[in-house]
């Protein structure tokens, strides 16, 4: 993946040797998990048959899979007809999917692959919320003041949490344990008080009155939600006022700010930086604020903690879950001979493959 | 690799009777166009408002039978367990799927071993990364806290009240169960009654999640616990002999909170060692009665007299919440049934591999052999 120099992910030498195994000759990037510490020997001896090859060479195969989407350059070196497999948001990107149908290519969204429920097949929510929280304690740490954060003598740390859903859960689970399981024996044992989380959703995010009450005893503010209008923030610059100025913002949702042509997409907590995996913990003087389009507020700050890809902070655990996540996605379109072969109403995972084919789009 | 045709078998759970849930026809139907015959036994379905006819539907490989024959086929599929004297049907060959619970049903287990009886617990079928393939969470959540704002939506058109409050949710445990709980309570367990709510200018609900870090202090809980209009257990306790909340601290709630439990645990006192409710005090309840008031006289009945209870709320608790909307529930775990007993008809309970693909795998770990191999049991 070409991304941030933080980004460092791809796939484990282990799951090219799956591909072998179900009949793939994998084609590699020069220089592919180098990042992660990866030989080009560790590849072989995973999977005898694979290949090096250049930049442009990888994207000349029947099937590319790679976790992040594409630029357009590369999508242009495709062959016609040739399978994407990649995390390509249909839903929130038509100009990709444009794109794609004009090129003639064919593809699989990663993040599209749901069951008969709709539950994503391939996700890391988990590692969002994990890792998010963790690092937002880190700095919560550094911020929070006497007698500080592992001291008994402290009340109990306050989480306030914007949304309740498959993010959230798991943002629940994670903040009552720091985001460090360790870290939350280590207090524990220590008869340090524990975490408080409490949930909030659209019926109380739009009463002012009680979320200036609940934010002016808040310690983290966790944007978990999920807009359905991403025009208008949840929380407005102006509230963040009340937050106590140790409280540090974790941010999980992830949308951008974003002029479409007049129309202006908001952060759900409106001011706070778009981090990545180069940075995502900025201080309330970060320079980065100074590239927040004007049209947002950003007078009032707070330490805040933002990553357009939570899972890659861990490299190798995020590359692991997607590896045995993605083998029977593979198995499948490998033994249909690619997508066109895939049916609605075939087995378990082509019908979870349908319904993330361009084809099939939209639903 | 089987090559004769498969037999599978569906008795009659003989529960409580609020206990209505069947596998439905849908799911039966495809058990036949897999390649099973599949003996139901008679009246099956039918307190869900099915008859034979409807699960037969013009398939001669669909017949109905006596409860030992449905017990003896290759495969007996029932969803919660038999009771110990139905283990006497079950055929030397047959394979017994249902929700068995090895960990925590030791006598059970023991059972099965001596008798020699192939087993695939249903709560034991889990992915690679040990998430629960045939489980509905969701519902334990929903149904729980929807019966909870039931109650008070007898008092409360829309749930506004006319002192302009709004409503406090506290939840004990942030697993599994709790994940769901907190998405269900911050909609008072059903979307469209938040929606009438905001509709109505309701004040909303706030809800807050306590891990064991906070529980364990009854200062801190005080606090919570004074202001609490809904009480939540789903907690999954490493120790069950002693409860999270005592009785004495439910003085704390007001005359008019509701207790939600969600994690069932029974009271049984001659374990060793014992095992008690999270909460101290209140009910289990089951598909026929899931709400207790607190005079209710049935509390004195259920709760044994070694437990104090002198501090009581309105209780809602039930064995087995997925139950209360079985229509719903029976779609959801045909569906996640459905691969398995894809591989189930090809390969038998002896030749299931774990080096094999997804769903094989998956139903490997579930076997008895692997649950006592994994504890030396074997």
Sequence with gaps: MHKEAGERRDFLPKFAGILEKYGAQAVLEEGYGSRMGYAQDDYLSSAPSCIFATHREAYGQDIVLVLRCPGEEEMRWMKPGSLLVSMLHFGTRPRRVELLRELGLKAVSIDGIVDDYGHRLVENLSAVAWNGMEAAFQVLEDTYPPPGLRSPKRPPIRVTLLGAGAVGGHTVQAAVRYGNPDLQAELAGKDVPGVIVTAVDRDITGNQGIMQEI???????????????????????????????????????????????????????????????NQYIFTPDDPAYDSIPDFVNTKYRRHSVSCYSWPGIDPYGSMYVYGEQLR???RTLLEKGGGENIHKDGSYFERAISRALLSNWPL | MQTASRTIGFPNMLEEEGEKRAFLPDFIHSMAEMGFQVVLEKGYGEKLGFGFMDYRAGRSSIREGSRPEAFSQDIALILRSPHIEDFELIGKNTCLMAMLHYPTHPLRRELLKSRGIQAISLDSIRDDFGTRLVENMRAV???????AFNEFEKEYDDLVRPDGRAWRVTVLGTGMVGRQVVDAATKFGRRDRNSRHMKANGEGVVVSALGRNITFQKGRVRQFLEGTDVLVDSTQRDDPSRPI????????????????DLSVDPYTLDADPPVVKGIEGIPQGNLDQYVF????????????????????????????????HPLDCMRRYGQQLRPLLRVLYRKDYEALSQSERFFERALHRAKLDTFLESTGAL
């Design chain 1, 215 to 277: 934010l002016s005893r808040t310690d983290m503010l966790v944007d978990a939600s999920a807009r359905r209008d991403q025009s208008r923030p949840i929380i407005p610059n102006d509230w963040l006022a009340h937050l106590p100025k140790h409280a540090v913002i974790l941010d999980l949702s992830v949308d951008p700010y974003e002029d479409m042509d007049g129309k202006h997409l908001v952060k759900g907590i409106e001011g706070i930086p778009q981090g990545n995996l």
């Design chain 1, 328 to 330: 029977p996605i593979m």
């Design chain 2, 141 to 147: 959540g929903w149904n729980g806290l929807e019966a």
């Design chain 2, 245 to 260: 909340i005592t009785n004495d601290q439910l003085a704390d709630l007001h005359k008019d909170a509701i207790i939600v």
């Design chain 2, 293 to 324: 008031e607190m005079d209710d006289p049935k509390w004195d009945e259920i709760v044994p007299d070694a437990i104090p209870s002198e501090n009581r709320r309105k209780a809602i608790t039930c064995y087995s919440w997925p139950g209360i």
